[in-house]
Nanobody, 120 residues
């Protein structure tokens, strides 16, 4: 009864910017920490950034200084602002949210992923 949906992906030129959104909906009591991950073809899924419910953030070294994760708890939505994008940022981006549902069960949920392509 909990759904995680990513949006905002697409094609962008190197050096450009893009903002991804991760919206949680359904039988939600509380959304705890939310993380963004990415997976390029033939590679493992890597952690990108995390935002706790209180707004504390952590970033992978590969995106530090270029990406910003933030959240709007009233909307149950987390954002990933990406700037100075590089071709190596090309990947399917996944959102993972740890959720306390209305039955008071805590579960981590994955979105289906959204493609970001950085190319000229």
């Amino acid at each position: 009864q909990v759904q995680i949906v990513e949006s905002g992906g697409g094609l962008v030129q190197p050096g450009g910017s893009l903002t991804l959104s991760c919206a949680a909906s359904g039988s939600i009591a509380t959304v705890y920490a939310v993380g963004w991950y990415r997976q390029a073809p033939g590679k493992q899924r890597d952690w990108v950034a995390t935002c706790t419910r209180s707004g504390s953030t952590n970033y992978a070294d590969s995106v530090k200084g270029r990406f910003t994760i933030s959240r709007d708890n009233a909307k149950n939505t987390v954002y990933l602002q990406m700037h100075n994008l590089k071709p190596e940022d090309t990947a399917v981006y996944y959102c993972n949210a740890r959720v306390l549902d209305t039955k008071l069960i805590t579960t981590s949920y994955w979105g289906k992923g959204i493609l970001v392509t950085v190319a000229s």
